[in-house]
């Protein structure tokens, strides 16, 4: 007599047996087996029924759904400003100048100046930060004792809550011209150096932070994928002979390659964005031929420079590049085999 194993939250009505299955057998029913087999059997359901159905699911994603509509989604409607010639005290019943603002801020050394800054600060963030919350992840859950494991985590979390005035301040306080370094170093008889106002320095002094300051916080999401693998595929390999670093090549990395690629595909959407207030709070310590980027761009040039409308056209032309990486990203990553970020 075949018999049926029901999983929680499931019923005894959605566990069928096959009729060829041999005496003895066990058929399984997962939870959600009933709601497909509803949706199959069931596939005309209107609107409103679907709402009265999963109207908890709705009810608990309202608010991030009224989240991105009012600043995200709504905000857009602002981007008509980019095409004209925008007056505050008139509102957006200003002059309408079609591509002008673009043509300019084409034609602005300025411009190209915080795109150049901008590209090069991102494949550095790309070739150095993005790769170091999934190594980090990796020497933590290679770390055996769970007590070691959770205080190192505390650690490595912490940075990630300071705000950035305090990080620059603290770095200012090492590295700058009056900072510990340089007192070290007068002590000892050698020159000095400042740091944070070396412009071929910069660059890599505003991965560095970010690198401090996000790796830790960086690896939750790994840490998550990490502990998503089947522990029977190392016991496997174990069995077959692999070493740690064969199961790290055949077990471990393959099975976080998909969340690696979603966050990488999120990483191209935000590509022209290096951190605003970062870069802010330290521009002044090269000039903004240096260190000048989109961002500031649009903050100096928009609202204290009062260039609204060709501001207007650079955050929509960030916006659109962005966009338009994410698309590419993704449907390569369907060509590879993989979910990205949507089917």
Do not use: C
């Amino acid at each position: 007599m075949a018999q049926r194993a029901v999983y929680p939250g499931g019923s005894s009505a959605q566990a069928a047996v096959s009729p060829t299955a041999p005496p003895g057998a066990t058929s399984t029913a997962w939870p959600g087996a009933g709601a497909e087999a509803t949706l199959q059997a069931h596939p005309g359901l209107s609107l409103l029924a679907r709402v009265r159905r999963d109207w908890i699911m709705l009810a608990l994603a309202a608010p991030g759904i009224a989240y991105f509509l009012v600043f995200y989604y709504l905000p857009l409607l602002g981007y008509i400003i980019a095409f004209q010639d925008y007056q505050p005290f008139l509102g957006f019943d200003s002059p309408y100048v079609g591509m002008k603002n673009f043509t300019d801020m084409l034609r602005d050394n300025r411009f190209w100046s915080a795109v150049n800054n901008t590209l090069l600060i991102t494949m550095m963030q790309l070739v150095l930060y993005f790769p170091a919350p999934l190594g980090l992840a990796l020497m933590l859950n290679g770390i055996m004792s769970i007590r070691v494991r959770r205080i190192v985590q505390n650690i490595v979390y912490l940075p990630h809550f300071l705000s950035w005035v305090i990080v620059v301040a603290l770095f200012q306080e090492i590295l700058g011209g009056t900072g510990v370094v340089n007192h070290l170093l007068r002590d000892g008889g050698f020159g000095t150096m400042n740091v944070l106002s070396d412009p071929p320095l910069f660059k890599w002094m505003m991965v560095f932070q970010l690198i401090w300051k996000e790796t830790g916080w960086g690896t939750i999401i790994y840490l998550a994928a990490l502990l998503s693998i089947d522990s029977t595929l190392y016991e496997a390999a174990a069995v077959d002979g692999a070493n740690r670093w064969q199961r790290l090549w055949n077990v471990t990395l393959p099975g976080i390659v998909a969340v690696t690629v979603l966050l990488l595909i999120l990483r191209l959407g935000s590509i022209l964005t290096v951190g605003f207030e970062q870069i802010l709070l330290q521009r002044a310590f090269v000039g903004p031929d240096s260190g000048e980027v989109l961002d500031t761009y649009v903050y100096f040039n928009g609202i204290v420079g009062g260039q609204w409308g060709i501001t207007a056209a650079a955050g929509l032309v960030k916006g659109i590049v962005g966009l338009v990486l994410v698309l590419s990203a993704n449907k390569i990553a369907h060509r590879l085999g993989q979910d990205g970020v949507y089917r």
